[in-house]
């Protein structure tokens, strides 16, 4: 099983905000792994106490990842940490022939600057 990470800023905490960030997250971070959706296990979703106005697992049925679990959970309110930030990790059922390729963006990339590339 393989873990891969991602995280976005989303620029409103609106319905249509939420879906669009976690929309694009996730298809960047599908394109990026080349997953099949049958590969998906589960993908859990944190968003920070700011974003409310949707759930980000609707995004995920809209691509059709209708096998997966989907879990949905608010974020530690820490002070200082960046607001409207969604985060996502899948879980991959896949040998480790390969990393992973995590995807952060937006202000978001300050989370991991390590992972969030160029």
Avoid at 7 to 28: F, K, M, Y
Avoid at 43 to 72: I, S
């Amino acid at each position: 099983m393989l873990a891969i990470r991602g995280a976005i800023s989303v620029p409103a905490n609106t319905r249509e905000d939420i879906l669009e960030a976690a929309g694009a997250l996730l298809g960047d971070m599908q394109r990026a792994n080349a997953l099949a959706p049958s590969e998906l296990v589960a993908v859990l979703f944190t968003l920070t106490p700011d974003l409310d106005a949707a759930f980000p697992a609707e995004a995920a049925r809209n691509l059709g990842w209708n096998a997966a679990g989907l879990m949905c959970m608010q974020e530690v309110a820490v002070p200082g940490a960046p607001p409207k930030v969604l985060r996502v990790m899948m879980l991959v059922e896949r040998p480790r022939l390969a990393a992973p390729v995590h995807v952060y963006r937006g202000d978001a990339r300050q989370l991991r600057p390590d992972l969030a590339g160029e």
